[in-house]
């Protein structure tokens, strides 16, 4: 099999910034390419994109014995950081994997540890060929297009409010053209702890031309001119980025341009053409705590669990980095939404904001019903949101730790969202469904027992109220994103047994007794779509099993 690989790639600083934050490296021996477009201002964008590059790197080049690799000299097992990943995936394809969880660590390692580089993140995006796949991961605007039969296709999805708001049909495509906001990221390295990751498993064909840019390129040339430049006679493949980055420049240049580009020539072996996408939470914390050690022994660097608990860690950073907290989206009926004036640039007044009603036609001369208290504390140990899990009425949304302020709020539908100082989004929750007090008085009314089977009598008197500590049941709720055509017919199976429908169940809760459970959502082919196993429920306790 006669495979032939070129690579070349490019940067410029643009017209604008005062320093190059961008990092590029590439290996035509390890058939690898990667792109990191650093943030946070002055020195802080150009080592976190640095860092971010050279741990991948680090990994990507290591040499690899029958258990792990050898990188600076120190053993790492890669069995060990992707512990906690369900699917079969190739050995470089974990490496990728690896090595963006062990770069985000290393990048907020170093801004904990060093007062000057507070705040600096960077997005990553890398290409690695394997047989006859590339294999793409990335985090963040940072894209990958593929030039096949003169057609240019964008292959990634940017982590972005921008992009959310498209997907989400919030914004129509001409509002998106003007939008102001374009550079909120919904995902960064370097932010928090930990980090979801998308990959991309796909078969290459003879001839493909794939271009690896930061968005500094692709915000500044629309698709159609990429592909013309990338289409067009240029000599060489360096001349060819070389030309990209020049026409970037000459049509914006208010931002750092870096692109890379890997020619695929020569005879390629196929099977059956495979396109496989998988989005990666958050590790898990064995694989979190075998992060910190490797950070510990291979960059001989004190890791955030050296110094300090890893959640008391995570609040601090993002007290520092969080100005304000905002976007409630609300819209009266007839009204078609628009979102040209949104903006997370500016913290709306919370007085007036609670003053708005929630979303959906309001009936004239129909009273709005009071939806309680949506609070935001800071919360110093576990005990105490236990203790408040069993309060009547009370619903734990999320563990944001971070704010003390209690806001009034009509019952409806919200949006929440956090941005730090530098307009990148921290956290978004979208879809929060805030009940009226009467309903929450009532609450959840289906009770399910230890075999997954429910039950509509027994105990519906129960489960009118929240459970106490002394009540041999938890209350248990669905979250994820289940919006889409995939999970539109799933249904929820506990311990092998159909529960009930996502669409049902995403916006109510119901109990299980207390044990050990698996969860899957399956589609309606039976194919298992997600997975949580081994789920310890405890009496009277509120959990949020996510997805």
Same mark, same amino acid.
């Given at each position: ?229 990338? %289409?067009?006679? =240029?000599? +060489?493949? /360096?001349? @060819?980025?070389? *030309?990209?980055? !020049? &026409?970037?420049?000459?049509? $914006? ?6 692109? %890379?580009?890997? =020619?695929? +020539?020569? /005879?390629? @072996?196929?099977? *059956?053409?495979? !396109? &496989?996408?998988?989005?990666? $939470? ?11 050690? +490797? ?253």
């Amino acid at each position: 099999m006669d495979q032939q690989i070129t690579i070349a790639s490019a940067s410029d600083i643009g017209t604008v910034r005062e320093e190059n934050e961008d990092f590029h490296f590439f290996s035509v021996s390890r058939k690898f390419l990667v792109v990191c477009d650093g943030m946070g201002g002055h020195r802080k964008g150009a080592m976190a994109s640095k860092i971010a590059g050279e741990t991948l790197r680090d990994l990507m080049l290591a040499k690899e014995t029958l258990r792990d690799i050898v990188v600076r000299n120190k053993f790492f097992d890669i069995s060990k950081a992707c512990q906690d990943l369900m699917e079969e995936l190739p050995l470089p394809a974990k490496k990728l994997i690896a090595g963006v969880r062990l770069a985000n660590r290393h990048i907020l390692s170093q801004s904990l540890n060093n007062p000057d580089l507070r705040g600096m993140g960077t997005t990553l995006v890398a290409a690695v060929l394997h047989q006859e796949e590339i294999i793409i991961a990335n985090v963040g605007d940072s894209r990958v297009y593929r030039l096949r039969e003169g057609k240019v296709t964008c292959m990634t999805t940017d982590h972005s409010w921008l992009n959310e708001l498209l997907e989400d049909e919030e914004i129509s495509a001409d509002e998106a053209e003007h939008f102001q906001k374009k550079n909120v990221l919904t995902r960064a390295l370097g932010m928090t702890p930990k980090v979801k990751v998308d990959l991309l498993i796909e078969t290459v064909e003879p001839g493909d031309l794939y271009l690896v840019c930061t968005d500094g390129l692709h915000n500044a040339l629309s698709e159609e001119l990429i592909q013309s430049v990338l %289409g067009a006679q =240029h000599g +060489s493949l /360096q001349n @060819k980025i070389n *030309n990209l980055v !020049k &026409s970037a420049k000459l049509m $914006d240049g208010a931002d750092n341009i870096t692109g %890379g580009l890997i =020619h695929l +020539s020569g /005879q390629w @072996k196929f099977s *059956n053409h495979r !396109k &496989s996408k998988y989005t990666f $939470d958050e590790e898990s914390e064995a694989v979190s705590t075998y992060l910190n050690q +490797s950070l510990k022994s291979v960059y001989h660097q004190p890791t955030c669990a050296n110094r300090f608990d890893l959640r008391k860690i995570a609040t601090i950073g993002l007290l520092i980095s969080i100005l304000f907290l905002t976007a409630i989206f609300i819209y009266r009926a007839k009204t078609t939404r628009s979102l040209k004036s949104a903006a997370i640039g500016g913290a709306p007044n919370l007085t007036e904001v609670v003053k708005q009603a929630p979303s959906g036609p309001t009936p004239t001369g129909v009273t709005l019903q009071k939806g309680g208290q949506l609070v935001l504390l800071q919360v110093g140990a576990p005990k105490y949101i236990e203790q408040m899990q069993n309060l009547p009425g009370v619903r734990i949304l999320d563990s944001l730790n971070m704010f003390n302020n209690q806001i009034p709020v009509y019952a409806g539908r919200y949006t929440w969202a956090i941005a730090d100082s530098n307009e990148r989004l921290l956290y978004k929750k979208k879809n929060i469904l805030l009940k009226s007090l009467k309903e929450i008085e009532i609450g959840p009314n289906q009770v399910a027992n230890g075999s997954g089977e429910r039950s509509n009598n027994s105990h519906n008197a129960r489960a009118r109220r929240l459970k106490g500590a002394e009540d041999d049941s938890a209350l248990v709720y669905i979250v994820g994103n289940f919006n889409s055509d995939t999970h539109s017919d799933a249904a929820l199976y506990i311990n092998n047994v159909k529960y009930g429908r996502i669409a049902r169940l995403k916006d109510q809760g119901f109990y299980l007794r207390t044990g050990v459970y698996s969860f899957e959502i399956r589609s309606a082919d039976d194919e298992i779509l997600q997975k949580k196993s081994n789920v310890k429920i405890f009496p009277g306790e509120t959990i949020a099993i996510e997805f």
